[in-house]
């Protein structure tokens, strides 16, 4: 309902003005012309091919960490139990606690597990040790926000090594919208992508900068 609020009230606020203009220009008949129209349009929109509207988006944050440090939660990370910080979070769209795999090696099962008990099942299809992990997804969850309307094909995980020691973190997520007018839900999706990745990326960061100030002061 938050998401499509706006682009409601925009359709409605944009009918209106049609509406008065044109009865200002035609009179109270031009009321009886339009009604067929708009159920002859709304009807043709739903009867046109399913939108299959691919993007990327693409996040970095710099951890204070050598690569070997970062790379620890890289396919694993222990749960995230910092409370929300983004708005349509705590209004209760799920958010990202925990990742955990079968094993650290190509071929395995990964599990990004959510809030209220949903997760995406992974399978790693990509992996270098202090470089790169790269995964496809296997398995979404039956959610009303996600069945029908989006499909999470592929994520990845980089690391850069700096020449200053620090380490440059990235992730990559690769997806499908089916929905209409899909640059209009592009734009919330690639926000709440955007925050999934902040939210996982600063985990990560926080846990290898612990690390390796714990090994620093040995």
């Not at 973190?169 to 089916?178: N, V």
Request: one cysteine or more.
């Amino acid at each position: 309902l938050v998401i499509m609020s706006p682009l409601l009230f925009l359709m409605i606020w944009v009918g209106v003005l049609l509406a008065r203009a044109m009865l200002v220009q035609m009179g109270r008949k031009v009321q009886v012309s339009l009604v067929p129209l708009i159920a002859l349009a709304v009807f043709a929109e739903t009867q046109g091919p399913t939108p299959n509207y691919a993007a990327e988006v693409t996040d970095s944050v710099i951890v204070n960490a050598p690569p070997e440090y970062v790379w620890r939660y890289v396919t694993s990370y222990p749960e995230n139990r910092d409370p929300p910080d983004y708005w349509l979070w705590q209004a209760g769209l799920p958010y990202p606690t925990q990742s955990i795999a079968d094993a650290p090696e190509v071929g395995a099962k990964r599990i990004c597990a959510f809030s209220t008990g949903i997760a995406f099942e992974e399978r790693i299809v990509e992996l270098r040790p202090n470089e790169v992990m790269t995964f496809e997804v296997t398995a979404q969850p039956d959610h009303p926000e996600v069945t029908g309307h989006f499909q999470f094909d592929r994520g990845q995980i980089r690391l850069t090594r700096n020449a200053d020691g620090t380490t440059t973190l990235t992730a990559t997520s690769w997806y499908r919208l089916f929905v209409r007018p899909a640059a209009y839900f592009d734009w919330w999706t690639a926000d709440i992508t955007r925050q999934v990745h902040f939210r996982v990326l600063n985990h990560m960061k926080a846990l290898a900068e612990a690390d390796y100030r714990h090994a620093a002061a040995q």
